[in-house]
């Protein structure tokens, strides 16, 4: 599959009448990396905008300890406030005269929707005049429903308008797409990105699935097997998230040599500063685009990164998306295992994009 010209947002500034002169504050962080961070924005927007509230710009929090960042070290400022311009008053900071320990809790399920912020978030607001907020994860099924909501078009611009990676963190993702695309000069250029983490297999149950079980993600050997059945070559360039080199992947390396981690292809004057430690919210930010943008994405990990990597590519015109499978017999079709998401045009992208 080509790329298709990449789609235009639904949504228009025009549909969003102004806004009021705010009526208190919303704070968030976003946390669990950029997976997370699309929903945990939209959802923040949608909230703020329904309370006629100010949006505090959020930091970042990674999972492990002492991983805390201030927005503008991933995402672009600037270009976020202008994305909401007209739409929620966004303030770089809480006013002195208001501390964070009087800031009431609130939680809200991903894709919050206005019945719940009526009956479980607008009281605590009223009553408290300022919150803070956290999204959970009742689900990562990231597909469309076919109930319409008023929030809806604010929820698309939140998920899909608002975080661009910062001036730096661009270019190192770039110069990695770049040097992948070098590597890959015998397949005109092409890649593709697995979203393959050891740890994570681990600690996942990642064997022993009956045939009719759909499984929840895949090995190395697993993923070389199915790459080589559904046709591509064995020079075929391979980008995985994994950070850095586990002896768990020779097997696939074996088979696919040109395989590569991001401390193979990151400029050498960067690894210091985005390889820091494992798993951290540069590193997964790094993945979250290299799979966004590469020729093909293969998800061995089912979950919300591929959901939303997912949507991220179907906005920008890229639906090569495949999801694999334990193939009996020696080869199949390629096109029998396009993502669901696309196959069946029912992710939540394809509601914001027209």
């Known amino acids: 599959m080509k790329d298709s010209q990449e789609l235009k947002p639904c949504w228009s500034r025009t549909t969003f009448d102004g806004i009021e002169q705010s009526r208190g504050y919303v704070t968030f962080s976003l946390t669990n990396?950029?997976?997370?961070?699309?929903?945990?924005?939209?959802?923040?927007?949608?909230?703020?905008?329904y309370l006629e509230a100010a949006l505090?710009?959020?930091?970042?929090?990674?999972?492990?300890?002492?991983?805390?960042?201030?927005?503008?070290?991933?995402?672009?400022?600037?270009?976020?406030?202008?994305?909401?311009?007209?739409?929620?008053?966004?303030?770089?900071?809480?006013?002195?005269?208001?501390?964070?320990?009087?800031?009431?809790?609130?939680?809200?399920?991903?894709?919050?929707?206005e019945d719940h912020i009526v009956e479980n978030v607008q009281p605590i607001f009223k009553s408290k005049g300022n919150i803070r907020l956290a999204t959970y994860f009742p689900t990562v099924n990231m597909r469309k429903t076919t109930q319409k909501s008023s929030v809806d078009s604010v929820s698309c611009l939140?998920?899909?308008?608002?975080?661009?990676?910062?001036?730096?963190?661009?270019?190192?993702?770039?110069?990695?797409?770049?040097?992948l695309r070098t590597l890959s000069r015998k397949s005109d250029g092409l890649f593709i990105a697995v979203d393959l983490r050891v740890d994570v297999l681990e600690n996942k149950n990642c064997h022993g699935s009956g045939t009719n079980v759909a499984k929840s993600c895949y090995n190395a050997q697993e993923i070389a097997l199915f790459l080589r059945k559904v046709g591509f070559d064995t020079d075929t360039t391979i980008y995985l998230t994994q950070s850095k080199w586990d002896n768990s992947l020779s097997v696939l390396k074996d088979i696919f040599p040109k395989t590569?981690?991001?401390?193979?292809?990151?400029?050498?004057?960067?690894?210091?500063?985005?390889?820091?430690?494992?798993?951290?919210?540069?590193?997964?930010?790094?993945?979250?685009?290299?799979?966004?943008?590469?020729?093909?994405?293969?998800p061995a990990l089912s979950g919300l990164f591929y959901a939303n990597v997912a949507g991220k590519r179907i906005a920008l015109g890229k639906p090569?998306?495949?999801?694999?499978?334990?193939?009996?017999?020696?080869?199949?079709?390629?096109?029998?295992?396009?993502?669901?998401?696309?196959?069946?045009?029912?992710?939540?992208?394809?509601s914001c994009f027209c």
């Open 260 to 298: 590569y981690t991001k401390e193979n292809i990151m400029p050498e004057e960067k690894k210091g500063k985005f390889l820091e430690f494992e798993g951290s919210e540069l590193e997964k930010v790094i993945d979250f685009y290299i799979c966004s943008k590469s020729d093909v994405f293969v």
């Open 33 to 49: 990396g950029p997976e997370y961070h699309v929903s945990q924005m939209a959802d923040a927007v949608v909230v703020a905008r």
């Open 320 to 350: 090569q998306i495949l999801v694999p499978a334990d193939i009996p017999g020696t080869s199949a079709a390629v096109m029998n295992y396009l993502a669901p998401y696309v196959a069946k045009k029912n992710h939540l992208a394809y």
């Open 158 to 179: 939140g998920m899909f308008g608002t975080l661009e990676l910062q001036a730096e963190v661009s270019e190192v993702v770039d110069s990695m797409i770049e040097r």
């Open 56 to 113: 505090v710009l959020p930091d970042i929090r990674g999972s492990r300890p002492g991983d805390e960042r201030n927005f503008e070290d991933i995402y672009d400022v600037e270009k976020f406030m202008k994305s909401l311009n007209g739409v929620v008053k966004v303030v770089k900071e809480l006013p002195n005269e208001i501390s964070i320990r009087d800031l009431a809790a609130v939680k809200v399920p991903n894709r919050v929707t």
